[in-house]
């Protein structure tokens, strides 16, 4: 959930630390599972079934038999069990075929945690099979565990979408979705409320092509370049977001094959998404950030007077997937992904989408990745991303009013609201029987989204009480750090907070095998700006902080119009709480760092890009670290 405790209803917070108490037992049985279908098919990569569970289901066992939040909303294929496993419906039919595979019966593997886990991994391992002889991993009558980036064509297979054909290259991106979020999961790593994905680098250049990686917004800190910069003919990396992106250039000139530049690498023995027709090339007209993947089910629309809010009760690449081919011509407008807020179009702004019945011709339809009953979906990437795109609704169509937004309490069930609110959810409409997006969406979060600066003089971006906010990756995660080892962590600690009952807790640990000095890169929304809140550039920007050691020094970093400035280090006592702040406005408290950066906060608006933390000299001692309560004061 977004970290925003200044308006988060208090009700909403007891609703948390419930779920988080009832899911902690759960998920400790979960690992011990996993850990038993390793041990059955031991070809299949540590770490893939956790992450391919957490991108199906957040580590939820999923019920949609026994669950009325779950049942019906835009006739989506059912999903069964922690690994999500579906059964026909539009999808294939993985539960009956991993019965046939494995004797066990339908209605265990839907029901039975440990069954399900089973079941996905004799799935996945009959997939691996078939690469065997491709990725040479036969020796002496074993197969030999493949790496995580030779298992994108695998997973392709494995999605559980409907018939597969790489030719059809609307469901090959699917495919392609899904198995970068599983790759994803695995690379940023996760510990939060009792999921545990084990974090492990991967190599993206040999994943994918670099045209897919470009539009995946793939981390491509991986590569561990020198001083953030990789220039080739076709390509650079970013030294703001680290990920790769494409130069413009002369269509004539020749790319050598077998270098970066060469968008044949990647997905090796598959057929590459990048030909003629791929729609890893085509953008949205309507909204710049948005890919554009065509939905056929639309029909002419009468006026722009609101905007609906969903949750898809489904993955990302899944109801991509079923909005672009489905047998009841549902569908919506755009589709925002969980884990980083990125966004897929799939009906032009003019047209009206499939999405609340007989309100379709006045709205436009957003659907959020998750299901209704599990607060993990609704990410602060995910917040700040949906709310972007309605502010440009908002720009874009008088009748369409941000301020009009509502602001109230989450409801479980439906609740029609007057046509006076233009932002609000598919449970507010006349004539609705679904409840999304329910009860754990924070309206109150999402209305000073929609209207910045209306949320008072502090805002707290980042409390760490329910989930790790927008610090969800390692130190060691951005190609930035130096002088700490990939063994150091960064995860939610509810023994020491200075407000709260939680706080984030950053161990750091000795790179042995250099002698720099520590400087973390504490990445805020993996270095994406647009994963981060906007923020008034005449404020004033800091967090609380608990170093358990002598010499630790603390910074922040933000980008702005024309790079990524940074703070004057600032020395922190030991044992103790400090609170460490810069003021936007003051150029005195910057200084240039990356990407064209001039020293100052020039933009109208800026975004948090990391928490710094430093050390000189370098030690051999590990350090803990807390952070408490990020916020920007107005």
């Known amino acids: 959930m977004a970290e925003q405790t200044a308006d988060r209803p208090q009700g909403l917070t007891a609703r948390l630390a419930e779920e988080e108490a009832r899911l902690l037992p759960q998920r400790r049985a979960y690992r011990r599972h996993f850990a038993d279908a390793y041990a059955a098919y031991p070809s299949i990569p540590a770490g893939t079934l956790e992450a391919i569970a957490y991108v199906q289901s957040r580590w939820v066992h999923l019920d949609p038999d026994g669950n009325s939040a779950m049942q019906g909303h835009q006739h989506m294929p059912k999903a069964y069990g922690i690994m999500g496993l579906y059964a026909g419906g539009g999808a294939a039919d993985q539960i009956s075929r991993a019965s046939a ?7 265990r593997i839907k029901r039975n945690p440990r069954s399900n886990i089973l079941a996905a991994a004799a799935l996945l391992d009959l997939e691996l099979r078939k ?18 980036e030779d298992m994108v064509p695998t997973l392709k297979r494995y999605a559980g979408f409907s018939e597969y054909s790489a030719k059809n290259v609307a469901q090959d991106y699917a495919r392609t979705s899904f198995a970068y979020d599983v790759l994803l999961a695995q690379d940023r790593g996760v510990d939060d409320r009792g999921i545990r994905v084990p974090e492990k680098a991967v190599a993206w250049e040999r994943a994918f092509t670099p045209r897919q990686l470009t539009t995946l917004r ?26 790769l992106q494409r130069k413009e250039q002369d269509s004539e000139t020749p790319v050598p094959q077998g270098s970066i530049d060469s968008d044949t690498q990647g997905e090796q023995g598959t057929e590459s998404l990048d ?57 919506a407008h755009y589709v925002i992904r969980s884990s980083d807020g990125q966004v897929t179009q799939m009906v032009r702004n003019h047209h009206a989408a499939h999405h609340v019945g007989v309100h379709n011709g006045t709205t436009l339809g957003i659907e959020h990745e998750g299901y209704v009953d599990n607060s993990s979906w609704y990410t602060t990437a995910m917040y700040n991303s949906s709310a972007a795109l309605v502010r440009s609704f908002c720009d874009s169509y008088a009748a369409i009013d941000c301020a009009n937004a509502y602001d109230g309490p989450a409801h479980s069930d439906v609740v029609v609201l007057p046509s006076s609110i233009d932002v609000k959810g598919h449970q507010h409409y006349t004539s609705q029987t679904h409840t999304d997006p329910g009860i754990n969406w924070n309206w109150s979060h999402y209305y000073t989204l929609l209207n910045p600066g209306s949320g008072g003089s502090t805002t707290v971006l980042d409390s760490f009480d329910s989930s790790e906010g927008h610090f969800y990756t390692s130190p060691t995660y951005s190609g930035s750090t130096v002088g700490i080892s990939t063994q150091s ?5 509810c023994n020491i907070s200075h407000g709260g009952s939680c706080s984030l807790r950053v161990l750091l640990k000795d790179d042995t095998g250099s002698n720099s000095d520590w400087r973390v890169r504490l990445l805020s929304g993996a270095g994406s700006p647009g994963a981060n809140v906007p923020l008034s550039s005449n404020g004033r920007v ?27 280090s600032k020395s922190l006592p030991a044992d103790s709480w400090t609170f460490v702040e810069w003021n936007l406005a003051d150029s005195d408290d910057w200084y240039a760092w990356a990407g064209g950066s001039n020293g100052t906060i020039d933009a109208g608006n800026v975004t948090l890009d990391a928490v710094w933390i430093l ?18 004061q107005n």
């Open 101 to 107: 595979i494995t004797g066990m019966k339908v209605q």
């Open 131 to 148: 690469d065997v002889d491709r990725l040479g991993l036969l020796r002496g009558g074993m197969i030999l565990q493949p790496t995580l």
């Open 218 to 243: 793939a981390p491509f800190v991986r590569l561990q370049v020198t001083e953030d910069a990789l220039e080739t003919r076709e390509y650079r990396l970013d030294p703001i977001t680290e990920t």
């Open 275 to 331: 030909g003629p027709q791929s729609l890893l090339d085509t953008m949205s007209t309507d909204y710049g950030p948005a890919l554009w993947v065509a939905s056929p089910y639309y029909h002419s629309r009468s006026s722009y007077s609101s905007t609906t809010i969903h949750t898809a009760q489904g993955s990302y690449a899944g109801t991509i997937n079923w909005f672009q081919d489905n047998p009841y011509s549902v569908s």
């Open 489 to 493: 962590s960064a995860t939610r600690d």
């Open 542 to 568: 800091g967090y609380w902080v608990y170093a358990a050691a002598s010499g630790m020094r603390a910074a922040i970093g933000v980008d702005d119009s024309d790079g990524t400035e940074r703070s004057y």
């Open 615 to 632: 050390r000189d000299p370098d030690t051999a001692y590990d350090v803990n670290v807390y952070i408490d309560e990020v916020q920007i």
